[in-house]
């Protein structure tokens, strides 16, 4: 059966990673002059000699998103379900190997945090958990789902990857949208970061989106954990494995989150740092790729970088989330998955936007897909 990995297996780690520091100014000047680029081309807009010309792309970004989606950036809100875990991760809260008290949340629960989500005005939830199939497996999810399916306009979840059949199980009961990020592209520093659970399968982790395109998901979501490697040849993995998907899998529409590493209980420094700069010249030269792709930016970030970046081509953004099972109102002070930047209220984030010229999307610009 054919997936990405099959593609994946053409290219070599280094020679990409070479390839893009390789890439020089007469590069960069040549992508930003066409009116459609390539994975070359994204090559060099990643690169350190596109630095120069940050601003440039920046304002060409701003114009193609204004275009695409308009003054808009649609709002959502994470809900963590559980932080019960049999994977051992090097930078995640929730490893087993953290001696944490572990918690998933009742039904009573969930809804006692949803209503919670709906005071403050969402309409798209993303449900988080550990990755753990006999606590928190196929049937709690899609209990979860059934539970809240009337409550949202849209449900995605960043859970364990499934088996096709699973999703469309899921698809079924309400499931609109499924986050799956590699981590990272890299199969060595992928294996040094998940040594035991069923997350050390990295085949397994690629096919995922395969999987989810399959099984007729309506969004998929991808991306890397910046700071396990470095970050330009990550992102080139991402976009390769992004065009592979739309190519195949066309009637799907995708994202694209931009993660870094944030402290946690047992934290990981990062290997490569991923400074500021970087990440808009990454938001981007995504953009300039692909004028369709949403892009996610979370409370990972500072609240002077997010205000800075809303208007370069971000198009989705979450605010006041918890990373922890129960966060908003059922048990505050349990762990976090890992520690969020932006504490803002969502009121205050909704005022930063609007001061921004943009104007407050709350459903999924594809609502009406039931």
């Known amino acids: 059966m054919k997936s990405f990995k099959h593609t994946f297996e053409q290219y070599d780690w280094n020679e990409i990673l070479s390839s893009i520091l390789s890439k020089t100014e007469t590069n960069v000047i040549h992508a930003l002059s066409k009116s459609k680029r390539d994975l070359e081309d994204f090559k060099a807009l990643l690169s350190p000699a596109a630095k120069p010309f940050l601003e440039q792309m920046a304002q060409m970004s701003s114009n193609i998103t204004k275009k695409r989606f308009g003054n808009t950036i649609q709002m959502y809100a994470p809900m ?29 629960e969930i809804l006692r945090e949803v209503d919670y989500l709906k005071s403050k005005g969402y309409h798209h939830i993303l449900l988080v958990t550990g990755e753990a199939n006999k606590t928190v497996g196929v049937d709690y999810i899609n209990n979860a789902i059934q539970l809240i399916e009337t409550k949202f306009a849209n449900i995605t979840i960043e859970v364990q990857p499934l088996g096709q059949s699973d999703y469309q199980i899921l698809k079924e009961s309400g499931l609109y949208g499924v986050l799956v990020y590699q981590e990272t592209y890299h199969k060595g520093e992928y294996k040094k970061h998940h040594p035991k659970g069923k997350k050390s399968n990295f085949d397994y982790r690629l096919d995922t989106p395969d999987r989810l395109g399959r099984a007729g998901i309506h969004k998929i979501g991808l991306g890397a954990l910046f700071g396990l490697e470095d970050w330009r040849a990550d992102s080139f993995f991402t976009a390769l494995h992004l065009q592979y998907l739309q190519k195949t899998y066309w009637k799907t529409k995708y994202s694209i989150s931009f993660p870094r590493l944030r402290p946690h209980s047992g934290g990981l420094e990062p290997k490569v740092a991923m400074m500021d700069s970087d990440l808009v010249q990454l938001i981007c030269a995504y953009r300039l790729l692909d004028e369709d792709v949403e892009l996610s930016i979370s409370t990972r970030e500072s609240e002077i970088f997010r205000e800075n970046i809303v208007n370069m081509g971000i198009t989705s953004i979450s605010a006041e989330s918890k990373t922890n099972p129960g966060g908003y109102v059922v048990e505050q002070q349990s762990l976090e998955q890992f520690q969020i930047s932006d504490e803002r209220p969502t009121e205050e984030v909704v005022d930063m936007l609007k001061n921004k010229g943009l104007e407050v999307v709350w459903k999924d610009w594809a609502h009406n897909w039931k």
């Open 80 to 108: 963590y379900l559980s932080n019960e875990c049999q994977n051992i991760c090097t930078y995640c809260g929730f490893s087993m190997t953290n001696k944490i008290p572990r918690r998933t949340l009742t039904d009573q």
